[in-house]
């Protein structure tokens, strides 16, 4: 569905954000993206819808190599991947219908878009949505009136109308309280499950990865150090990829975390 072959991505000051990265993404496969602050996981992400230009390597997109393409089938080809942003990237004085319906601009008209006349089906859809991730009382509000919770939810619509094959998530649950954090990841995999949707999913939280994704991939200094099931990440294994820390804690919290929540499913 997706492989990286060898993504390289190095800045003009020299420094390598990534370090030829090569992994495949199967067909409705979520992926957790973890490592510490500045191992270029962002970047990676970026790299693959080009919103940062890599340096070498290619991505492939259901065949397709995304890093060949000029601006106007990059364009077309951006209509395939949602992408679900940190600080949620929504028109905040445009109501909740018209930040999900902004999902289609790569799909209507100049003057549709630049009027806001969206074909009716779309219109539908954003509804459907909004009723899936229940906020359909508030299709009217303004997104300034919403909570953190409540935002990233129009954002993960607004990705989800564009009808993609890729779902891009940069660190969903950064700025959300740790109850808030559980339901926005929960709500990310149980759609991508309901859509046969792939995912990559940039998450600074590892507790969260290895509470909600099958697979999960380590980077440091740009390059996969881990990638496996995330039962694998032992605290040797975490010490790769972090640095020393008192791991054994971490691994504690995360199985008594599991067993509270099939408890509560009782």
């Given at each position: 569905?997706?492989?990286?072959d060898?993504?390289t991505?190095?800045?003009?000051t020299?420094?390598k954000?990534?370090?030829?990265v090569?992994?495949?993404?199967?067909?409705?496969?979520?992926?957790a993206?973890?490592?510490?602050?500045?191992?270029?996981k962002?970047t990676?992400?970026?790299?693959?819808?080009?919103?940062?230009?890599?340096?070498?390597?290619k991505?492939?997109?259901?065949?397709?190599?995304?890093?060949?393409?000029?601006?106007s089938?990059l364009?077309?080809?951006?209509?395939?991947?949602?992408?679900?942003?940190?600080?949620?990237?929504?028109v905040?004085r445009?109501?909740?219908?018209?930040?999900?319906?902004s999902?289609?601009?790569?799909?209507?008209g100049f003057?549709r878009?630049l009027?806001r006349?969206?074909p009716?089906k779309?219109?539908?859809?954003?509804?459907?949505?909004?009723?899936?991730?229940?906020?359909?009382?508030?299709?009217?509000?303004?997104a300034?009136q919403?909570?953190?919770g409540?935002?990233?939810?129009?954002g993960i619509?607004?990705?989800?109308i564009?009808?993609?094959?890729?779902?891009?998530?940069d660190?969903?649950?950064?700025?959300?309280?740790?109850k808030t954090?559980?339901?926005?990841?929960?709500?990310?995999?149980?759609l991508?499950?309901?859509?046969g949707?792939?995912?990559i999913?940039?998450?600074?939280?590892?507790?969260l990865a290895q509470?909600?994704?099958?697979?999960?991939?380590?980077l440091?200094?740009g390059e996969?150090?881990?990638?496996?099931?995330?039962?694998?990440?032992?605290?040797?294994?975490?010490?790769?990829?972090?640095?020393?820390?008192?791991?054994e804690?971490?691994?504690?919290?995360?199985?008594?975390?599991?067993?509270q929540t099939?408890?509560?499913?009782?």
């Amino acid at each position: 569905m997706l492989q990286l072959d060898a993504l390289t991505k190095t800045y003009k000051t020299g420094d390598k954000a990534l370090k030829e990265v090569t992994l495949d993404v199967p067909p409705a496969q979520v992926i957790a993206l973890i490592g510490p602050s500045g191992a270029g996981k962002s970047t990676l992400i970026r790299c693959i819808n080009r919103l940062v230009e890599p340096t070498g390597g290619k991505v492939m997109l259901e065949g397709t190599d995304l890093t060949s393409l000029n601006a106007s089938a990059l364009r077309r080809e951006r209509r395939r991947m949602g992408m679900i942003f940190q600080e949620y990237a929504l028109v905040e004085r445009l109501t909740v219908m018209e930040n999900v319906l902004s999902g289609r601009l790569g799909y209507v008209g100049f003057w549709r878009a630049l009027t806001r006349r969206y074909p009716q089906k779309d219109v539908d859809e954003a509804f459907r949505l909004l009723d899936r991730v229940g906020l359909l009382h508030m299709a009217d509000k303004r997104a300034d009136q919403l909570s953190g919770g409540q935002r990233q939810r129009v954002g993960i619509c607004r990705a989800l109308i564009q009808d993609p094959a890729l779902l891009l998530v940069d660190e969903p649950t950064a700025s959300l309280d740790p109850k808030t954090s559980r339901q926005i990841m929960r709500l990310i995999c149980e759609l991508c499950a309901e859509r046969g949707l792939a995912a990559i999913i940039n998450i600074h939280d590892v507790a969260l990865a290895q509470m909600f994704v099958a697979r999960v991939i380590g980077l440091r200094f740009g390059e996969v150090v881990y990638d496996s099931a995330p039962d694998g990440l032992t605290p040797d294994k975490l010490t790769e990829i972090y640095g020393e820390e008192d791991w054994e804690a971490t691994i504690e919290k995360v199985d008594d975390e599991e067993d509270q929540t099939i408890e509560a499913a009782q």
